[in-house]
């Protein structure tokens, strides 16, 4: 059995409950929960159980339709189990790097993008004969971006797959062209939205940047993800927040990966308290404890708002969604309440943390035991003083408080950590 404790987690939750034992009884099986239930524990831990980490084999492959939920589910997978050897494949670097790491390593699970699997697959750098499970996690996102074909070819290409399992936060009559016959989970009725309060926020101006400004100073340190509609529009809002003195990270598909990963630590780690996105955040992205969604740009569609929402009110939490809604917009649900922004405060507040780079990760056998260890014997840091470590394989990641980071780095700066001299630099927006 897998330590739950591991995760950060005390128990499951009931969907996650009759999932693993449907997992473990049925060959075929559909997933229907909303966004944020916490459908990828749901498949990953009886996943992992069902595993043979003595055979040097791929033995399970998970689609996921973006890299970050790829690399994000692999770390879980570690974390709740370090006798699997997970792997993520995507694309965006070479198709090459990534074969000669699958023949050094021997992963018996990998989660991949749709594209990037294929590419494997047809060329014969992942053994299609040994894989016995196949898993479709985000299936309708997966449907929305495209990747039908090469689902399809994906299937075609794993003779020997016992074991299929789709999970999606919305039902889709495409379901059956992937699986004619499943057993069906349907947890679509336990709407989070009773744990949501959704209110309206009028704009007087087409250009909603001043009632955003507004608005998230009357959230103050709480966490706030805002929601816009293109690239250029988080690029945009977000120069526009830094300049007033807000702390805030974006997020887009045109960023470089080392920018991605460090934004989204900086907002998950409560070094900066507002994260502006497209709609690449709307799905798969671990981002726990979020008090706000901000419709900057209103969804386009009732799919498109539901997965926004559902970043919000995880795990039984509860969260406000707002919608700012322009003097020529027109909002469809006439019930949601209105917002007055007449108390909004002058002040920024600043978060309580700071990222702090560390130049070393998991290549050099660096722990996060050995991180928060080395801050507390050379920074002088306590315990409290430490917050959310994230190690990769080449970069290492960790939360300072913000009133302690001038005088932790000057006692840093030039130590050895693990006796690996490195870089230490804070990351700021």
């Not at 570690?78 to 699958?102: F, K, S, W």
């Not at 340190?221 to 830094?242: C, D, I, N, P, T």
């Not at 560390?358 to 035991?369: P, V």
């Not at 260890?373 to 290492?396: A, C, N, Y």
Request: glycine share 8%; net charge neutral.
């Amino acid at each position: 059995m897998i330590d739950l404790t591991k995760l950060g987690i005390d128990g499951l939750n009931a969907m996650q409950q009759d999932a693993a034992q449907a997992f473990r009884r049925h060959d075929s099986l559909v997933l229907l929960s909303p966004t944020g239930s916490g459908k990828t524990l749901a498949y990953l831990l009886p996943l992992l159980e069902s595993l043979n980490a003595k055979v040097e084999e791929v033995q399970a492959l998970v689609i996921v339709p973006g890299r970050e939920l790829a690399m994000q589910t692999v770390a879980v997978a570690r974390q709740a189990n370090a006798d699997i050897r997970p792997l993520a494949v995507y694309g965006g670097r070479p198709a090459m790097d990534e074969h000669r790491t699958i023949l050094g390593s021997k992963p018996q699970l990998i989660v991949g993008t749709p594209g990037r699997l294929l590419d494997h697959l047809t060329k014969g750098n992942i053994d299609s004969s040994t894989v016995r499970t196949l898993i479709i996690d985000e299936f309708d996102k997966c449907l929305e971006l495209g990747f039908r074909e090469e689902m399809t070819a994906i299937f075609s290409h794993l003779p020997n797959v016992t074991k299929r399992m789709l999970l999606s936060a919305t039902d889709n009559p495409e379901i059956t062209r992937f699986l004619p016959e499943y057993r069906r989970l349907d947890y679509l009725d336990d709407s989070v939205s009773e744990r949501i309060q959704e209110w309206r926020v009028d704009s007087p101006q087409k250009d909603k940047l001043e009632t955003l400004d507004k608005l998230l100073r009357v959230c103050g340190q709480e966490s706030s993800l805002v929601f816009v509609g293109f690239r250029e529009s988080a690029e945009r809002v977000g120069k526009f927040l830094h300049e007033q003195g807000f702390y805030a990270s974006i997020l887009h598909g045109g960023l470089e990966q080392r920018d991605r990963e460090r934004n989204l630590f900086r907002f998950v780690s409560g070094s900066c308290n507002i994260l502006v996105s497209t709609d690449l955040a709307s799905r798969g992205l671990d981002i726990p404890a979020l008090d706000n969604v901000i419709h900057y740009h209103l969804p386009l569609s009732e799919d498109v708002r539901t997965h926004r929402n559902g970043r919000t009110a995880r795990w039984d939490r509860e969260g406000h969604v707002f919608y700012i809604v322009g003097p020529e917009e027109k909002l469809e649900d006439s019930a949601i309440q209105q917002f007055s922004l007449s108390h909004a405060p002058s002040s920024v507040k600043s978060p309580k943390w700071e990222t702090l780079y560390i130049g070393k990760g998991k290549k050099d056998k660096l722990s996060r035991g050995d991180i928060a260890g080395f801050l507390m014997k050379t920074g002088g840091l306590s315990p409290e003083d430490i917050g959310l470590i994230e190690v990769r394989q080449h970069q290492s990641y960790v939360a300072i408080k913000r009133t302690l980071l001038r005088e932790t780095l000057s006692r840093i700066k030039g130590q050895k950590i693990k006796g690996i001299k490195t870089l230490f630099e804070v990351i700021r927006g």
